[in-house]
């Protein structure tokens, strides 16, 4: 649900089938550096490049599971990412 | 004119007719008072009630001893208890009007007299008076029928009244006497009414034979169903018992309670098509299973309607066991049923392809459902590359995807058949299935969607109870399956899906909770989704997850 100009909530209930072409939306956006959220009408487009924080958690109560997953980063002044050039990592020997 | 209403000529005509004229200038002579105190009319009441006590004894006399002197045949016997019945209301009427009368004198002021519409009972009262004698005499059911009715419009008008007096009586003020004399007075028109009830069941006690309580009054027709708020007072009486006490339990009390020979009926009318069809399916369900619906007492058309009067069954219903503290009787009911379901399903299976039609019956009440939660008008998302359907786009989907998916039999089917439509007697160990205007040849997915769902949608969140609730849902599904194994139907649980997505959606129209409203919406979408998903690929495959059906 497109709460205001630039949130955009989504609940729905999935089965483990169909939830895969949720994440794979997602992470075909984290690939392409370029998320877009919203209705035909309204769109918010995000761009996540360089460092991001990433929060996983997963947590079992009462016969109740959850799995989370958060990415967060910020932006610079106009939407890009704050530093110019992303800090690259390779993997080292 | 019946063959019975020979009997009443002479002498107990004249005096049926005599008290009902005496009572209607006694109710009109009160009226008149209550506009304008007039000790001459005073004294005419005072006076008139001895006559009217006359006839009452006159009538009781012929009507009660006259079956005991000679040898009467029961239709005989029935109008002579009737008109006993009859009599001696219209005397409590007569009385109460006396009461009337008296509670005037504790008027501090006749000015008060003129804050009350007392013209409104009157109206009522009078009009149903007028009806008695035809009504009798023509064994009219209908006008039977609307005699009883205005005990209802009198309880109304007692209730409105009664608020308001209350509320002036909490505000206090120097006007107590005269407010505690009003409510006096608007109790006894309010009693009236009861003994209208009283006469209305005795017509129809000698029409058709059998000594009736009125339960419930239901309409069917569209246009007055959707106003009647009597209807709805009473489902909300319903729901508060059914969500507070064990509904097993209080059954039985209520059984003990029953006055001696009095059979509860149910008095429905409305279209003509409508009350014919119930009728004939009752029969079709009787031929299928004796005893299984209720008995049919009359059907009468009446114009453009008709009316039929029905066995009121009553025992618990498969939902007061599921919600009964201990699951009373609740394993014990479900064998039957599946048995039963089994035996009418297996008797009636026939390879004529039907439709499901689950999908069409869904769009003609989605407007109802917008109206009450407008905010789930879907509009397509985006989520990435992913963009998901508009409700609308969803359902279209859906519909044509319906139509490939062969339904390889039919049977007959209930048609509505919610918890509450199944009737277990404890006692007697035998069930009944109510409300059956909508029984036909069906897929019997369709019993089967809107029976779990039904299960669902009660607002119960207990732990205890939603664990058995949850259970029993699985255990009918299995139910359900085994069937659709048994019997070569590889689609079943396609064809559930989209029944069970109707379902839980056109129930979210009467959820007002948001939360849980939501949750039955959302597994329609996804049951939705979940059939559009799976277009291309043979529906013997498609599979329900059990855990859509289960809460919490």
Redesign the interface.
């Known amino acids: 649900m497109a709460v205001s100009d630039d949130e955009f909530k989504?609940?729905?209930?999935?089965?483990t089938e169909?939830i895969i072409?949720?994440l794979?939306?997602?992470t075909?956006?984290f690939q392409s550096g370029k998320?877009?959220?919203?209705?035909?009408?309204k769109?918010f487009i995000l761009e996540p490049n360089g460092l991001l924080r990433l929060g996983i958690s997963a947590k079992r109560k009462d016969r109740k599971v959850k799995v989370s997953l958060k990415a967060s980063w910020t932006e610079g002044k106009e939407g890009k990412e704050l530093y110019p050039d992303p800090l690259e990592i390779k993997a080292g020997k | 004119m019946p063959e019975t209403y020979t009997i009443l000529q002479g002498e107990i005509e004249n005096n049926l007719q005599l008290i009902i004229l005496e009572t209607t200038k006694q109710v009109e002579d009160t009226q008149k008072v209550l506009k304008k105190p007039d000790p001459h009319v005073i004294e005419k009441i005072l006076a008139r009630d001895d006559y009217i006590d006359n006839l009452k004894s006159i009538i009781e006399r012929e009507s009660f001893y006259s079956s005991i002197k000679k040898k009467t045949s029961k239709p005989e016997a029935d109008t002579m208890r009737s008109l006993y019945i009859i009599g001696n209301n219209l005397e409590r009427i007569a009385d109460f009007a006396v009461n009337i009368v008296r509670q005037t004198e504790h008027l501090v002021s006749n000015e008060f007299l003129k804050r009350i519409k007392y013209g409104e009972a009157f109206k009522e009262i009078l009009e149903s008076l007028k009806l008695i004698h035809k009504a009798f005499k023509n064994r009219d059911l209908n006008l039977g029928l609307k005699i009883c009715r205005s005990e209802i419009s009198l309880d109304n008008y007692f209730g409105l009244n009664f608020k308001r007096i209350m509320n002036e009586l909490k505000a206090g003020g120097e006007h107590t006497e005269s407010l505690v004399t009003t409510l006096f007075i608007l109790q006894y028109l309010e009693r009236m009414g009861d003994s209208l009830l009283n006469i209305g069941e005795a017509i129809i006690f000698a029409t058709i034979g059998e000594r009736v309580k009125i339960k419930h009054i239901e309409s069917l027709d569209d246009s007055m169903g959707s106003m009647d708020m009597n209807k709805f007072l009473e489902e909300l009486k319903i729901e508060a018992f059914l969500g507070t006490k064990s509904g097993c339990k209080i059954s039985r009390v209520q059984k003990n309670l029953k006055g001696a020979n009095e059979q509860p009926v149910i008095f429905k009318e409305g279209k003509i098509s409508k009350i014919k069809k119930e009728k004939e399916n009752i029969e079709a369900w009787e031929s299928l299973k004796a005893g299984l619906p209720p008995k049919v007492f009359s059907f009468q058309k009446n114009g453009r309607t008709a009316s039929i009067l029905l066995e009121f069954l009553e025992g618990p219903t498969i939902q007061n066991s599921l919600l009964d503290p201990d699951g009373c009787c609740l394993d014990e009911s479900f064998e039957h049923l599946k048995k039963i379901l089994t035996e009418i399903w297996t008797k009636t299976l026939s390879p004529e392809p039907v439709c499901s039609n689950f999908i069409r019956q869904l769009k003609t009440r989605v407007s109802d459902i917008y109206k009450a939660h407008p905010d789930f008008k879907l509009k397509p998302r985006q989520i990435g590359s992913l963009v998901t359907y508009s409700f609308e786009e969803l359902i279209d989907e859906c519909e044509a995807l319906e139509n490939k998916i062969t339904v390889p039999f039919s049977v007959w089917s209930h048609g509505d058949f919610n918890l509450d439509n199944i009737i277990y007697d404890t006692h007697e160990h035998r069930m009944h299935f109510i409300d059956l205007y909508r029984s036909g040849r069906q897929d019997y997915v369709q019993d089967i969607s809107v029976f779990l769902v039904s299960i669902f949608r009660l607002p119960i969140f207990v732990p205890k109870i939603r664990d058995r609730m949850n259970q029993f849902t699985l255990k009918f599904f299995q139910f359900g399956q085994k069937f659709s194994n048994k019997n070569g139907d590889p689609t079943f649980e396609a064809r559930l899906a989209l029944g069970l997505a109707r379902s839980f959606f056109t129930s979210t129209r009467f959820e007002f909770d948001q939360k849980f409203s939501q949750t039955m919406q959302q597994r329609a979408l996804y049951l939705l989704e979940k059939i559009a998903s799976h277009q291309g690929r043979p529906w013997e495959d498609f599979k329900l997850v059990p855990k859509v059906l289960t809460y919490l």
């Open positions: 989504h609940e729905s209930i999935q089965d169909l072409k949720y794979k939306a997602l075909e956006g998320l877009i959220f919203g209705t035909k009408q769109k």
